[in-house]
């Protein structure tokens, strides 16, 4: 178990295929413009469909419309 001097320590990051990342806070996130946004919270969801109304993180608006698949190409 990671303790907070072992900086080495692996972060755990989930993937949901069809929903957030889940990453085990707290999280420092560094946006494009170089902003930084910041979460105390123990796991974070970090939005991955672009479609959250709170980016980076996510808001459940995932869960409205489900995404696509990409066309399949003949
Ligand atoms: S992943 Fe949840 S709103 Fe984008």
Redesign the pocket.
Known sequence: MPTGTDRRAPVRVRLDPY??VLVEGPVEIEMPDGTTVSSDRFMV?L??????RRYPF?????RRKPRREPAESS
Do not use: L, N
């Open positions: 929903g957030p969801a939005c991955a469909c672009r479609r959250s996510c808001d459940t608006s995932h």
